[in-house]
């Protein structure tokens, strides 16, 4: 099977504008794509880790990424998917997270000897003069048909700012830019991002007379229709320090039944020959489908020795108790009010739940236990003495916490 077509099957593809052409380019690794990522926070996570495990099948196959680091644009604020202006961030942050970007990626990326490239949109973006803008790339945009995009209309119930109304210009910039600086023919990126994909080919070919091309990839959502990635806590982090190994590993041992399968083709690169036959199990062999899952995904982001530890920890735990390797989480005398600390405040601070509201609900719906033993009452609490030995607290059947006092 030809890799495009490899694609295909793994429900990888959303939309083309040339599928002869671009095909072609993959499958004779003459591709030099890029793929955006805006810096909006100092980690990458679950959302952006299709996108880095497509540009690793693309690279395996001979074509050469271009990671595209939105540090111009993030200026800005990609409007797409919100309702909401996104909060503005200075040029400082903006750089500390480009640079926590790049030791993720390279977990995922080949850099060395050219045979990828990180570049930041900061470069060309940052310099532009306005009057030039508006007279050699806004010309080339009609107003009517922008704001037919998606991205927009979503936008325009609420107000969608001047500030905003630009970004499909700038990201198209990109395109066209990266077009004359390196070659690059093809620009991925998630199917909310088609129109300003398109805006980008367009102004390729207007200016330059040239032909370039887009392809987005299928959104990773779960059988709900809802974005996956997400948790009690918020979201799943690449970073191990945001999101612990053993925590991303459950995120995904944990899927919906429905979702296993697609997610071991889109995500993982286990042949499809052997996640087909896995399309027939059922029971405990469904959750064997989904321990690989998870340890497949956990030892491409973390390595195979934490992906092993996760494993073993989640074996451990569930079979007999043992908080070796569990997450765990500290609390300080400091949070003890007369010496006392109760079950609520030990639920937010250990992560388990968002907030007291959903604690308390936690406790009378009797998916709260210490130690096995079930918490009943929303005033239980534990004097210091409590915390001398082992504290384990678990909200539902699979979320634990070790709660040390420090």
């Known amino acids: 099977m030809k890799l495009y077509d490899e694609l295909v099957a793994r429900g990888l593809i959303a939309q083309v504008t040339n599928e002869e052409e671009v095909s072609k380019l993959i499958n004779e690794g003459k591709a030099t794509f890029y793929i955006g990522f805006d810096p909006t926070a100092d980690s990458l996570h679950v959302g952006h880790f299709m996108a880095l495990c497509l540009?690793?099948?693309?690279?395996?196959?001979?074509?050469?990424?271009?990671?595209?680091?939105?540090?111009?644009?993030?200026?800005?604020?990609?409007?797409?998917?919100?309702?909401?202006?996104r909060q503005m961030m200075t040029k400082e942050t903006i750089q500390h997270n480009c640079d926590c970007f790049k030791e993720q990626m390279?977990?995922?990326?080949?850099?060395?000897?050219?045979?990828?490239?990180?570049?930041?949109?900061?470069?060309?973006?940052?310099?532009?003069?306005?009057?030039?803008?508006?007279?050699?790339?806004?010309a080339h945009f009609s107003v009517n048909r922008m704001l037919t995009a998606e991205c927009y209309?979503?936008?325009?119930?609420?107000?969608?700012?001047?500030?905003?109304?630009?970004?499909?210009?700038?990201?198209?910039?990109?395109?066209?830019?990266?077009?004359?600086?390196?070659?690059?023919?093809?620009?991925?990126?998630?199917?909310d991002q088609w129109s300003n994909m398109l805006g980008g080919t367009e102004l390729i070919r207007r200016k330059l007379g040239k032909d370039a091309h887009a392809m987005t990839i299928t959104l990773l959502l779960n059988s709900e229709g809802k974005k996956m990635g997400k948790t009690q806590k918020g979201a799943v982090w690449l970073d191990p320090k945001k999101t612990t190994p053993f925590e991303f590993f459950q995120y995904w041992r944990n899927v919906a039944d429905a979702d296993v399968i697609k997610c071991l083709k889109m995500l993982t690169f286990l042949p499809l020959e052997e996640i087909?036959?896995?399309?027939?199990?059922?029971?405990?062999?469904?959750?064997?489908?989904?321990?690989?899952?998870?340890?497949?995904?956990?030892?491409?982001?973390?390595?195979?020795?934490?992906?092993?530890?996760?494993?073993?920890?989640?074996?451990?735990?569930?079979?007999?108790?043992?908080?070796?390797?569990?997450?765990?989480?500290?609390?300080?005398?400091?949070?003890?009010?007369?010496?006392?600390?109760?079950?609520?405040?030990?639920?937010?601070?250990?992560?388990?739940?968002?907030?007291?509201?959903?604690?308390?609900?936690?406790?009378?719906?009797?998916?709260?236990?210490?130690?096995?033993?079930?918490?009943?009452?929303?005033?239980?609490?534990?004097?210091?003495?409590?915390?001398?030995?082992?504290?384990?607290?678990?909200?539902?059947?699979?979320?634990?916490?070790?709660?040390?006092?420090?």
């Open 106 to 138: 390279s977990r995922f990326i080949d850099f060395s000897e050219g045979k990828a490239l990180m570049v930041n949109n900061a470069d060309w973006l940052m310099d532009l003069n306005y009057i030039e803008v508006l007279r050699e790339v806004g």
């Open 276 to 406: 087909e036959k896995m399309e027939s199990w059922e029971g405990s062999e469904l959750n064997k489908a989904k321990e690989i899952l998870a340890h497949e995904l956990t030892e491409l982001v973390h390595g195979k020795e934490e992906a092993d530890k996760a494993l073993e920890a989640a074996k451990g735990l569930f079979a007999s108790g043992s908080s070796e390797n569990m997450p765990s989480a500290d609390i300080s005398k400091a949070d003890f009010t007369d010496g006392e600390i109760d079950a609520i405040s030990i639920l937010v601070k250990s992560g388990l739940v968002p907030s007291r509201s959903e604690g308390r609900r936690a406790i009378e719906q009797g998916g709260v236990a210490v130690n096995g033993e079930k918490v009943t009452d929303i005033y239980t609490k534990y004097t210091e003495a409590a915390f001398e030995d082992e504290f384990v607290i678990r909200r539902g059947k699979k979320n634990f916490r070790k709660i040390n006092l420090v």
């Open 55 to 85: 540009m690793k099948r693309l690279q395996q196959g001979g074509n050469k990424p271009i990671a595209l680091i939105g540090g111009g644009t993030a200026m800005i604020g990609d409007p797409s998917g919100r309702t909401d202006m």
């Open 153 to 191: 209309k979503q936008r325009m119930e609420k107000g969608l700012s001047f500030l905003e109304f630009n970004y499909m210009i700038m990201q198209s910039y990109d395109f066209y830019a990266l077009f004359q600086k390196y070659g690059c023919n093809l620009q991925f990126g998630g199917d």
